[in-house]
Nanobody
Framework: QVQLVESGGGLVQPGGSLRLSCAAS????????MAWYRQAPGKQRELVAA???????NYADSVKGRFTISRDNTNDTVYLQMNSLKFEDTAVYYC???????????WGQGTQVTVSS
């Protein structure tokens, strides 16, 4: 089994920055893709950014140019650097890890990000 532990959420003013971290622990799987999703109140969970083990990335259009996903393959940790935060970035952010074949698909507990003045 693989467990994901997220950290780094909090309250920030518009235009500010936060950095989220997600560390995977456990064994039995090779993690292929790690990603950040978010879910705002009353909305569906949406993909924010993803990164593969070869460090290929993709982003939601709404965060391109503001967020950067990165990954440390030596310890299966993924980061999300969030800059120029907007009110609409307020959500619970979830980390996700998947194996190449999909037999692993696990989620972190979520971390709250609130952008407010």
């Amino acid at each position: 089994q693989v467990q994901l532990v997220e950290s780094g959420g909090g309250l920030v003013q518009p235009g500010g920055s936060l950095r989220l971290s997600c560390a995977a622990s456990g064994s039995g799987f090779t993690i292929y893709k790690m990603a950040w999703y978010r879910q705002a109140p009353g909305k569906q969970r949406e993909l924010v950014a993803a990164i593969t083990s070869s460090l290929s990335t993709n982003y939601a259009d709404s965060v391109k140019g503001r967020f950067t996903i990165s990954r440390d393959n030596t310890n299966d940790t993924v980061y999300l650097q969030m800059n120029s935060l907007k009110f609409e970035d307020t959500a619970v952010y979830y980390c996700n890890a998947r194996s190449f074949g999909g037999s692993l698909n696990t989620w972190g507990q979520g971390t709250q990000v609130t952008v407010s003045s």
